[in-house]
Nanobody, 125 residues
Framework: QVQLVESGGGLVQAGGSLRLSCAAS????????MGWFRQVQGKEREFVAA????????LYGDSVKGRFTISRDNAKATVFLQMNSLEPEDTAVYYC??????????????????WGKGTLVTVSS
């Protein structure tokens, strides 16, 4: 079973930045697409960003394009989410996920191999 551990969440003022990290216990980390999702209580989990196994392709949800950047370090089996220009609407629990496949486009609910437990991001106005 793949274990994903997120870190970096917290409280930040609107306009500020946070960097989330997700460490994976997966020897073949570099074979898999990775992504971030977020969820507000009472709402469906929302796609935030995805990255291909090599890091060459990235995808973003419409609400975060131009503000968030996903990246990965395959040597450290870690994926990152740099969040800039944060808005109160970005407040959510952020989850890291591993796809069963290598592409960024494969990082979607039906293909998820494992989920992290989440890290809370709170943006105050």
């Amino acid at each position: 079973q793949v274990q994903l551990v997120e870190s970096g969440g917290g409280l930040v003022q609107a306009g500020g930045s946070l960097r989330l990290s997700c460490a994976a216990s997966l020897r073949t980390f570099s074979n898999y697409g990775m992504g971030w999702f977020r969820q507000v209580q009472g709402k469906e989990r929302e796609f935030v960003a995805a990255i291909s196994s090599s890091g060459s392709t990235t995808l973003y949800g419409d609400s975060v394009k131009g503000r968030f950047t996903i990246s990965r370090d395959n040597a450290k089996a870690t994926v990152f989410l740099q969040m800039n220009s944060l808005e109160p609407e970005d407040t959510a629990v952020y989850y890291c996920a591993t796809s069963r496949w290598a592409t960024a486009r494969s990082v979607a609910a039906p293909n998820i191999l494992s989920w992290g437990k989440g890290t809370l991001v709170t943006v105050s106005s």
